[in-house]
């Protein structure tokens, strides 16, 4: 697709239930990140993949956090037992190369509410 | 490991005043450093991007920023702000170890008429 796509938009869901989110590359970039931003605050790394490397888990916050990413291309980000603490938007995105010369392109972002 | 600062957690100016949104970076080598801005409700935007080539970067809708070393520094500037620029601004360095992206805080830049 033409940019970094991210599903749902807006996620409403209850404190202890497990959610996915979903984020779909541009086509052809190796890099792929998960960021969490809270009401107020920086972006805050969770997670990168980069080809068929182990991914760089050193950002999630704790074991309810997962992420996996299919043949190289679409990634899905679990969280289980959501707790209020999670309510954020989660953006990803996705680099040619991942490395420092080129942009990274963020998707619009998933809106999580734990109610 | 690096870090980034910005000095300003909000600027406020006039419409077509010039704009200055300061940035400090904390890196053990020579850093790629890069701007992104967020209008409301909408996804990072890469507004430019140092890679070690020209110090002086310019970026999309007449924004540029300037990399000094000496003064650990790539404060982001505009001769004339326009209503469209109110947006928040964040300042990210590169992490070479895994190519992952350090933001700021994020800078909110308000444009009065």
């Known amino acids: 697709g033409a940019g970094v796509s991210q599903s749902p938009s807006n996620k409403v869901t209850e404190k202890g239930k497990d959610v996915e989110l979903r984020c779909d590359p541009i086509s052809g970039h190796t890099a792929l990140y998960w960021y969490r931003q809270s009401l107020g605050q920086g972006l805050e790394f969770l997670i990168y993949f980069q080809g068929n490397s182990a991914p760089d888990k050193s950002g999630l916050p704790s074991d309810r956090f997962s992420a996996e990413r299919t043949g190289g291309s679409v990634s899905t980000l679990t969280i289980q037992r959501t707790q209020q603490e999670d309510s954020a938007v989660y953006l990803c995105a996705s680099s040619p190369q991942g490395t420092l010369n080129y942009g990274y392109t963020f998707g619009s972002g998933t809106r999580l509410t734990v109610v | 490991a690096q870090s980034v600062t910005q000095l300003d957690s909000h600027v406020s100016v006039s419409e077509g005043t010039p704009v200055l949104l300061r940035c400090n970076y904390s890196s053990s080598y020579s850093p790629s450093l890069f701007w992104y801005v967020q209008h409301p409700n909408k996804g990072l935007q890469l507004l430019l991007k140092y890679t070690s080539a020209a110090t002086l970067v310019k970026g999309i809708n007449g924004f540029e920023a300037e990399f000094k070393k000496s003064e650990t520094s790539f404060h982001l500037t505009k001769p004339s702000a326009h209503m469209s620029d109110a947006a928040e601004y964040f300042c990210?360095?590169?992490?070479?170890?895994?190519?992952?992206?350090?933001f700021g805080q994020g800078t909110e830049l308000s444009v009065k008429p």
């Open positions: 990210v360095v590169s992490d070479l170890q895994g190519g992952k992206l350090i």
